[in-house]
């Protein structure tokens, strides 16, 4: 089972080389493998690096692009391992993961050129429910299609089920962590989450009618509605 961990990384908020992350990158890891993605403001290559030396890394795609990915193969199970990640030119960001396969719990640390850090990774909440069937995710599936192929890449949803999980999980996480979110008179709501410019806007049933990154950072606010509090709202 992959574990997905949205760990705590670190990096410089000033331009380097013209490169700078928009969001903290994410490690999905199990006993033999890894993949980091992360995304960056501008077009760049794709370079990372990892340690001990058992582990190999490959680039799957070598095109210049904002969405990056990389795959870290030959790991063992409960073992720590660190991997940096950069453009072509500089790198950006460092963290160290361990392993799934071993009782040891996964401390993972993160640093960058000018300031580090160190976190838990959480155990897996078991007490959140998968996601529902596609079918009660988006409101209208015939639009499903479309929607996936203009915006799954943003989020790297390698199908259109998978892009639908995506925006379910994006809503729920929005509930949780309070993102800000506004509701029109038509009961329409509509969520963004500055860390990462993703919005998504959801039918009065909670089914989803739009999930993607605008790339203006004042899309949200232009959006009509009334600003509530996600956390308190029903």
């Known amino acids: 089972m992959r574990i997905i961990a949205f760990i705590c990384w670190l990096w410089s908020l000033t331009a380097v080389w013209g490169v700078e ?3 903290p990158p994410t490690v999905s890891v199990t006993p033999s493998n890894a993949v980091v993605e992360w995304h960056t ?7 990372a690096q990892a340690t001990p030396g058992s582990a190999k890394v490959s680039v799957p795609d070598k095109s210049v692009g904002t969405d990056h990915r990389v795959l870290i193969n030959g790991l063992q199970p409960g073992v720590q391992y660190s991997v940096t990640i950069g453009s072509a030119r500089v790198w950006l960001a460092t963290n160290t993961f361990t392993t799934t ?6 401390a993972n640390s993160a640093t960058t050129k000018s300031a580090t850090a160190t976190a838990t990774a959480p155990a897996p909440d078991t007490t959140n429910p998968p996601a529902p069937p596609t079918r009660k995710i988006w409101g209208n599936l015939t ?3 479309d929607h996936f ?3 799954g890449s943003d989020f790297n949803a390698k199908d259109a089920d998978d892009y639908a999980r995506m925006s ?3 809503l729920q996480r929005a509930k949780a962590e309070g993102f800000p979110a506004k509701v029109d008179t038509d009961g329409v709501l509509r969520v963004y989450e500055p860390a990462s410019g993703t919005f998504a806007s959801y039918n009065h ?3 989803t009618k739009t999930f993607f990154k605008p790339g203006s950072r004042d899309y949200f606010n232009r959006q009509p509605g009334k600003s509530i509090d996600l956390k308190t709202w029903k």
């Open 21 to 23: 992350l928009t969001a």
């Open 41 to 47: 403001a501008e077009s760049c290559g794709t370079r």
């Open 101 to 106: 396969g071993s009782s040891a719990p996964a």
């Open 143 to 145: 639009s499903l299609s």
């Open 149 to 151: 192929t203009r915006h």
């Open 168 to 170: 379910w999980e994006f």
């Open 205 to 207: 049933n909670g089914t």
